[in-house]
């Protein structure tokens, strides 16, 4: 039996949700990437006391198929750009649809109809989320982000960047360095 809970990956989560399980004494279960894969039968209390701790604790659980998987995707997505420390060297595609072993064409259309938006543009606003981050601890140039993120150019992620954002690279700078000189004047 598998079901979903939305949460941040965060290791308190990953912990709340096993203390709930062994608390119901369920011991065969598997925790990750906010998937609760259940590997002996439970019983039907047992699953209505668990969802309801979990959302009391500020858990959402997810039981319908298809906000399951575009909930996989983004996480996938998210674990990729954000807490990696390198980009995969296959292209985006491939690597989303062997990770969660489906095909991407059918990957591609359940995140559209249920987002709205492409994965392609959830992936550059991710990356552009992670840009802004890099910029804001400032221990990287713009070439070396550009590098990092694997963008064809610096032009190319300073468009990307304009387009999401409505401020280039720099001027998002100039914007952090002025509200930083702000802030400690007080």
Not at 53 to 74: F, P
Not at 80 to 103: G, Q
Not at 110 to 126: A, D, P, R, W
């Amino acid at each position: 039996m598998k079901f979903y809970i939305k949460y941040m990956v965060s290791q308190r989560c990953k912990i709340l949700v096993k203390q709930e399980l062994d608390h119901l004494g369920i011991t065969k279960a598997k925790v990750e990437l906010g998937m609760v894969d259940i590997h002996e039968d439970v019983s039907v209390d047992q699953l209505k006391k668990l969802k309801a701790n979990l959302i009391l604790s500020g858990l959402e659980v997810i039981e319908n198929k298809r906000v399951i998987l575009v909930e996989r995707i983004k996480n996938v997505i998210v674990e990729m750009i954000h807490f990696s420390d390198e980009l995969p060297k296959t292209n985006y595609s491939d690597f989303i649809a062997e990770k969660l072993d489906y095909d991407y064409t059918y990957l591609s259309n359940v995140f559209s109809e249920e987002k709205g938006i492409t994965i392609q543009q959830f992936i550059i606003l991710n990356k552009i989320e992670k840009v802004k981050e890099l910029l804001l601890y400032g221990e990287l140039n713009l070439t070396e982000i550009s590098y990092r993120l694997h963008y064809s150019s610096i032009s190319h992620l300073s468009n990307q960047f304009k387009k999401v954002t409505g401020m280039s690279p720099s001027h998002y700078e100039k914007m952090r360095s002025k509200r930083k000189s702000n802030l400690e004047g007080f």
